[in-house]
């Protein structure tokens, strides 16, 4: 029994917004919907989808997301506008929770030098925003926009201000990471004093890790009494990232005596969700990072070892199974039947419909005609792979490579389209890899441009697989692709095959989406017209 009482923190996870919004961490639909999938099953109190107002992809994402999520609230983000407003509605139309989150600078840098706006109309523009939110959506956040660095009264005058026009949580971001831990606790307690109607909301906050400091502030606030922090997986977000949810969490529950509260999260989901979100943005996690690096229960010492046999606890404050960090090694090999191939992923946290199961469960089969072992990270990948693969409009037939030492590398390689009209090219390059990149680009017949590649291990041994990550562009637009293989180049051409298959699938959908709104404008089937909406975002933005 515990001896203390604790309080509920709420999970705000805003990896496919803030964390997306970085650079290099985009990602399709496909691959939004397989993280917004596993951060429902890991428990965390809300997703933020995405921002709806900034592109109709975006919107159709938030969309998907929002139609698909049942446990969980599904916030979108919008400027204090009355179209940000209007498109986040309509993208929230289907979910189950919904949460218009509305922000609006209120620091005097922000409000001269990017709103140009005084702090009379930042203070009316804000209150106008919520209340016009208010008449279509019961949960309504108002974040302050780098509110660290505002006048400190100013922001409690105005979290007052959204609060009586409706707003049920307010948020304080440190927008920049320029708060140290002892001053961002004493500016939550003063938020907390200040603001009339405060214990009606949720106070939160959003920390950034331009210090280091995102989850050190975040977990001050939660001293001073914060209901809410947001973050993302892996930390992923602008610049230097947010506070990471993993570490938050963990910090949370491991020191559960010094905090006294908890979290809805299921922490032994932590790892595995970190090792999707790092596998669909292509950005690897470090061995030595907290919680979820491969090094966490690793220990190289004599003495470490020593005191770990005699017990545990002298050197690890978690276990690895807290945090589902899979601590044998080799699993099972091609004798493995179905049965134990799902009890296997059902124990990790993968649920998959049976078409996709016995998708992996073939691929499964054939790695191990290829390989004596199977390790975890070779199912982590197929499993992954499935999750968020899209329609193959392109798929590879067969390849040979010609490549040595003073001799130009040449690549045959031929590709099937989706009607099964097949595609043969030789192209010379730098490398059997190059070579092989624009023998593909001439099949499609786009100048696709290389922006980034990665290739790694997924384990020890001469069998191991490659697992290739790749970023191509075309006509100011990017998309990752992944591709796995015993071969590194076929691991390589696959990646890049993916990748244009992702450019394919989201073009095609642009185009439908395009249609569909020339057909029917949405925004003209709201029935709330100019006349009903406040006076100060008229004005604004006329
Ligand atoms: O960092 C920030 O201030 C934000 C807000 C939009 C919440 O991301
Ligand atoms: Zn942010």
Redesign the pocket.
């Known amino acids: 029994m515990r001896e203390y009482t604790t309080r509920k923190v709420a999970v705000f996870d805003?990896t496919l917004?803030?964390g997306e919004q970085a650079p290099g961490c985009s990602m399709n639909l496909a691959e939004k919907l397989a993280v917004a999938r596993r951060l429902e099953l890991l428990g965390v109190d809300v997703i933020e989808a995405g921002f709806p107002a900034a592109s109709a992809g975006e919107l159709e994402a938030v969309r998907a997301i929002a139609g698909m999520i049942k446990q969980t609230s599904v916030a979108g983000?919008c400027r204090a506008r009355v179209e940000d407003i209007d498109a986040c509605r309509i993208a929230l139309s289907k979910a189950a929770q919904p949460r218009i989150?509305i922000?609006l600078a209120t620091s005097p840098l922000h409000m001269h030098y990017k709103l140009k706006m005084t702090p009379k109309e930042v203070y009316e523009q804000a209150c106008a925003a919520v209340s016009y939110a208010a008449c279509f959506c019961h949960d309504i956040e108002f974040?302050a926009?780098?509110?660290f660095r505002s006048e400190w009264d100013f922001v409690a005058a105005v979290f007052a201000g959204v609060i009586k026009a409706g707003a049920t949580v307010v948020?304080a971001?440190?927008?920049v990471g320029y708060a140290m831990p002892d001053e961002f606790e004493r500016f939550i307690s003063y938020i907390k004093e200040r603001t009339a109607g405060i214990e009606k909301v949720k106070l939160s906050v959003?920390c950034?890790n331009d210090l280091g400091l995102a989850v050190a502030n975040s977990l001050a606030a939660v001293r001073a009494g914060a209901d809410q922090v947001?973050c993302t997986i892996n930390g992923i977000g602008?610049r230097a990232g947010?506070a990471s949810l993993e570490e938050l969490v963990m910090g949370l529950q491991v020191r559960r005596d010094f905090f006294k509260v908890e979290t809805g999260i299921k922490s032994e989901l932590l790892y595995l969700t970190s090792r999707l979100v790092s596998h669909v943005t292509g950005i690897r996690v470090p061995p030595n990072k907290a919680i979820v690096g491969d090094n966490i229960f690793a220990h190289e010492s004599g003495i470490h070892q020593h005191g770990l046999m005699a017990n545990r606890a002298t050197y690890e404050i978690m276990t690895p199974q807290e945090v589902g960090m899979p601590h044998e090694r080799i699993v099972l090999g091609k004798h493995s039947g179905l049965h134990a191939f799902t009890e296997h992923l059902s124990a990790r946290g993968f649920r998959l419909e049976q078409a996709a199961l016995e998708q992996v469960f073939a691929q499964f089969k054939a790695l191990g005609d290829l390989k004596k072992v199977i390790s975890e990270r070779d199912i982590e990948a197929l499993v992954m792979g499935v999750a968020i693969q899209v329609p193959e409009t392109w798929k590879l037939n067969r390849w040979v490579v010609n490549s040595g030492s003073n001799f130009t590398s040449t690549c045959t390689i031929r590709l099937e389209q989706r009607n099964g009209t097949l595609s043969e090219c030789v192209s010379t390059g730098a490398g059997p890899i190059d070579s092989a990149f624009k023998a593909i680009n001439q099949i499609i017949g786009k100048d696709l441009v290389l922006l980034f590649y990665d290739l790694k291990a997924l384990s020890s041994g001469e069998d191991a697989q490659a697992e290739t990550t790749i970023k191509i562009a075309w006509q100011e637009q990017q998309w990752n692709g992944r591709g796995l293989s015993t071969d590194i180049v076929e691991s390589s051409i696959k990646a890049y095959i993916a990748a244009i298959n992702v450019m394919e699938y989201e073009r095609e959908l642009a185009a439908h989406l395009a249609a569909k709104a020339a057909e029917s404008d949405k925004l003209k089937q709201v029935p709330v017209g100019a006349a009903n909406k406040p006076a100060a975002l008229i004005a604004r933005q006329a």
């Open positions: 805003t917004r803030d983000l989150h922000f974040s926009e780098d509110s948020n971001p440190d927008t959003h950034h947001e602008e947010n």
